[in-house]
């Protein structure tokens, strides 16, 4: 086995990195290690630092706004030729 610095052993590893999806990528990403800082880390799962705060929040429709789409729904389906021509 090639010594961990060589060039195979970092393509394996960038080739084994680019196949995960983005979400294990920040999964692995550990805010508590102290030998190995945040930015590094990013640096080799390929991640951007700044989307690593970037916490998103699902969006949830208000019940009024459900109502209104349930309605267009129940309309379009009993007149599907309404907006056409």
């Known amino acids: 086995m090639p010594p961990l610095g ?3 052993v970092k393509m394996i590893f960038l ?3 680019d196949m995960m999806p983005i979400s294990e990528r920040y999964a692995l990403v550990d805010k508590s290690n102290t030998d ?3 930015s590094k880390q990013c ?5 951007n630092r ?5 916490v998103k929040q699902p ?4 019940e ?3 109502e209104i789409l349930e309605l267009m729904d129940k ?11």
């Open 6 to 8: 060589s060039c195979n």
């Open 15 to 17: 080739k084994k990195i």
């Open 36 to 38: 190995l800082s945040i």
């Open 43 to 47: 640096e080799l799962l390929c991640i």
């Open 50 to 54: 700044s989307s690593l705060y970037d």
């Open 59 to 62: 969006k949830i429709e208000s």
């Open 64 to 66: 009024m706004n459900l």
């Open 75 to 85: 309309k379009y389906t009993e007149r599907s030729d309404y907006g056409s021509g």
